[in-house]
């Protein structure tokens, strides 16, 4: 499979566990990012890197919330003290910087749900 | 910083006819992309078409057209002879073009299909 992966897929959690989140990249694209979406609506721009470097980082993301991406290659996304509120799912994205359509290609997502 | 309308949370239609899905925006960009993408029930999203506002010709995939009004910041989705695959969540989105390539979207239209 060529696509973007993302795991886990569902994680279930008691509240103020820390979770995090891979995301595998489709393997030549150098632009990644994550968004967050909640029931009923859409999705909500979280970060982007291109390469390794964090280009720019949503007020969303509070102090709780870390992503990298050491290599340029997979990226992680760690929240630290769940809670309720954090409860979405989390959208990896992938997509060339001289791709000049825009274009964008998801994973499935990674469900959390905080007990 | 653009924002997305979308003002029809639920819509229906039959199969083989065909339905319009409503979407404005509103950017001080001048140069930027459109998108429709369809995410269906607990799958990947999935780009459905897209329009670069500096082209004057609406965009057309197969059964999927846009009717692009860029004075009025408008962005309908045509979907002609309805199939029961269609049955998806719709969101529009919009990217500017250059460097900072986040997507912005809207809160989506879920469409319904009946036999």
């Known amino acids: 499979d060529t696509g973007v992966s993302q795991n886990p897929r569902h994680k279930i959690t008691k509240r103020g566990q820390n979770v995090t989140f891979r995301c595998d990249p489709i393997s030549e694209h150098n632009r990644l990012y994550w968004y967050r979406q909640t029931l009923g609506q859409g999705p909500e721009f979280l970060t982007y890197?291109?390469?390794?470097?964090?280009?720019?980082k949503s007020r969303l993301l509070s102090d709780r919330f870390s992503a990298e991406r050491p290599k340029g290659s997979f990226s992680t996304l760690e929240i630290q003290r769940t809670e309720q509120g954090d409860s979405a799912m989390y959208l990896c994205?992938?997509?060339?910087?001289?791709?000049?359509?825009?274009?964008?290609?998801f994973g499935e997502g990674s469900r959390l749900t905080v007990l | 910083a653009q924002t997305v309308t979308q003002s029809q949370p639920e819509m229906s239609v039959q199969e083989a006819e065909t339905v319009t899905l409503s979407c404005t925006y509103d950017?001080?960009?001048?140069?930027?992309?459109l998108f429709w993408y369809k995410q269906p029930p607990s799958r990947q999203m999935i780009l459905v078409i897209r329009q670069e506002a500096y082209k004057q010709q609406n965009a057309t995939e197969n059964r999927f057209s846009v009717n692009f009004q860029k004075a009025a910041k408008s962005f309908s989705l045509k979907i002609s002879d309805s199939q029961l695959g269609d049955a998806a969540m719709y969101f529009c989105?919009?990217?500017?073009?250059?460097?900072?390539?986040?997507?912005?979207f809207g809160t989506g239209t879920r469409l319904q299909v009946t036999l």
């Open positions: 989105a919009c990217r500017r073009t250059g460097t900072a390539s986040k997507l912005t």
């Open positions: 994205a992938s997509s060339l910087v001289s791709g000049m359509t825009g274009e964008l290609f």
């Open positions: 890197f291109q390469n390794e470097a964090q280009l720019e």
């Open positions: 950017t001080s960009e001048s140069d930027y992309y």
